[in-house]
């Protein structure tokens, strides 16, 4: 069975840095990413990466976040800079297995003070 189990996650101050993991296990995939949901609002693209390593940001991200993965250890990452309090959310990590099938991580919290 395919998982996914995220860290990372918590309170950090406006312009504070953080690192999201999610780890990966169970299959192979062909995209790996991270969405986020605010109170209230839709899940959202944070940042995404393919196997090749092509990246797409969101364009409330871009030049803040950078998205890495590693391939043998199935696991992405997501280190975000100067964060804002509108990037406050539950962030969820995302796979993609190579049938289209899209699984996702129970979410970790990021809460950021002004």
């Known amino acids: 069975q395919v998982q996914l189990v995220e860290s990372g996650g918590g309170l950090v101050q406006a312009g504070g840095s953080l690192r999201l993991s999610c780890a990966a296990s169970?299959?192979?995939?062909?995209?790996m990413g991270w969405y986020r949901q605010a109170p209230g609002k839709q899940r959202e693209l944070v940042a995404v990466?393919?196997?090749?390593?092509?990246?797409v940001y969101a364009g409330s991200v871009k030049g803040r976040a950078t998205i890495s993965r590693d391939n043998a250890k199935n696991t992405v990452s997501l280190q975000m800079n100067s964060l804002r309090p509108e990037d406050t959310a539950v962030y969820y990590c995302?796979?993609?297995?190579?049938?289209?099938?899209?699984?996702w991580g129970q979410g970790t919290l990021v809460t950021v003070s002004s």
């Open positions: 995302n796979a993609v297995l190579w049938t289209g099938q899209n699984v």
């Open positions: 169970g299959s192979i995939f062909s995209a």
């Open positions: 990466i393919s196997s090749g390593d092509s990246r």
